[in-house]
């Protein structure tokens, strides 16, 4: 069965960087993208970006773009999110999600777990 | 980018009651792009229907996804105790995808 299984809660400073795992399972990593999606808390979902998880070409969000860098490991089926100058507002739980490698019609059909981000000094 | 205004923001309902949610966009979008998820606390969250009305894989047919244009709703027709949780629609016909704020179902 796919499963999306994420690295665990972090608890960072201000001005820090995170670097997040999702190991993907059960289907082959290649033929699919994987979208990052964080939630703060009590919020509705905002949407990162996605990387091809075959060619490993990426797409960010405007709000994120410099500051973020999604990678992956094929030989590990893992793709991984970094973030960089952590501040306050940046807590959240970052999801990622499967998505067939499209610009459009990519709704998330498998979600990892999520992984609890904390920024505070 | 495309807004997506979800309403009510909350809905108060009885198991075996109708809920119809809301799903207004800022301009009009395909309707094969616009998907709906549930989530539960603490969980996270789970695709219901995408393509405005084709249901996921192992969604019951009490979820019902219809509309087109910039309206858009998803319909459960009796609801079960398992069905109380928040539910997002989500754009993906373009960069950026986008999500609503949700609709919180809560047992009356």
């Known amino acids: 069965q796919v499963q999306l299984v994420q690295s665990g809660a972090e608890a960072k400073k201000p001005g820090a960087s995170v670097k997040l795992s999702c190991k993907a399972s059960?289907?082959?990593?290649?033929?699919?993208?994987i979208h990052w999606v964080r939630q703060a808390p009590g919020q509705s979902l905002e949407w990162m970006g996605w990387?091809?998880?075959?060619?490993?070409?990426?797409r960010y969000s405007q709000n994120f773009q410099d500051r973020v860098t999604f990678t992956r490991d094929s030989s590990a089926s893992t793709a991984y999110l970094e973030l960089s100058g952590l501040r306050s507002e940046d807590t959240a739980t970052y999801y990622c999600?499967?998505?067939?490698?499209?610009?459009?019609?990519?709704?998330?059909?498998?979600w990892g777990q999520g992984s609890l981000v904390t920024v505070s000094s | 980018e495309v807004v997506l205004t979800q309403s009510p923001g909350t809905l108060s309902l009885s198991p075996g009651e109708r809920a119809t949610l809301s799903c207004r966009a800022s301009r009009t979008i395909s309707s094969s792009y616009l998907a709906w998820y549930q989530q539960k606390p603490g969980q996270a969250p789970r695709l219901l229907v995408y393509?405005?009305?084709s249901r996921a894989a192992g969604i019951p047919d009490r979820f019902t996804g219809s509309g087109s244009g910039t309206d858009f709703t998803l319909t459960i027709s009796r609801l079960e105790p398992e069905d109380f949780g928040v539910y997002y629609c989500q754009q993906c016909g373009g960069s950026p995808l986008s999500f609503g704020g949700g609709t919180k179902v809560e047992v009356k």
């Open positions: 990387i091809n998880a075959g060619l490993g070409n990426t």
């Open positions: 393509a405005a009305s």
């Open positions: 999600a499967r998505a067939i490698v499209a610009t459009i019609g990519t709704e998330f059909d498998y």
């Open positions: 059960g289907y082959t990593f290649t033929d699919y993208a």
